[in-house]
């Protein structure tokens, strides 16, 4: 069994910041890349942004400078550092992770969804 974490949501102003974590945790060999999603009321779930294991990111446009995003391999954790939100990035963020188990098998685990408000 593999078990996604997530913490850190909440409501903050515009132009606060606020910082997602996600932990792994179960059975896993080891984690190739690790990302977060979000889904807005109405909208589709998209990718917000996504690291390598050997620390390689990519962001989607429009959070581009203002959202960072790590890893710590050792505690299979990894963060999103949000500043500079907008009501805009309001949604329930995902932690996403591709998982490898010992037998080889590879899963795509998601977290339960935290919320994120901004307000204006």
């Known amino acids: 069994q593999v078990q996604l974490v997530e913490s850190g949501g909440g409501l903050v102003q515009a132009g606060g910041s606020l910082r997602l974590s996600c932990a792994a945790s179960g059975s896993i060999f080891s984690i190739n890349d690790m990302g977060w999603y979000r889904q807005a009321p109405g909208k589709q779930r998209e990718l917000v942004a996504a690291?390598?294991?050997?620390?390689?990111?990519n962001f989607a446009d429009s959070v581009k400078g203002r959202f960072t995003i790590s890893r710590d391999n050792a505690k299979n954790t990894v963060y999103l550092q949000m500043n500079n939100l907008k009501p805009e990035d309001t949604a329930v963020y995902y932690c996403n992770a591709q998982i490898q188990r010992r037998s080889g098998l590879l899963l795509n685990a998601w977290g339960q969804g935290t919320l994120v408000t901004v307000s204006s």
């Open positions: 690291i390598t294991s050997g620390g390689s990111a």
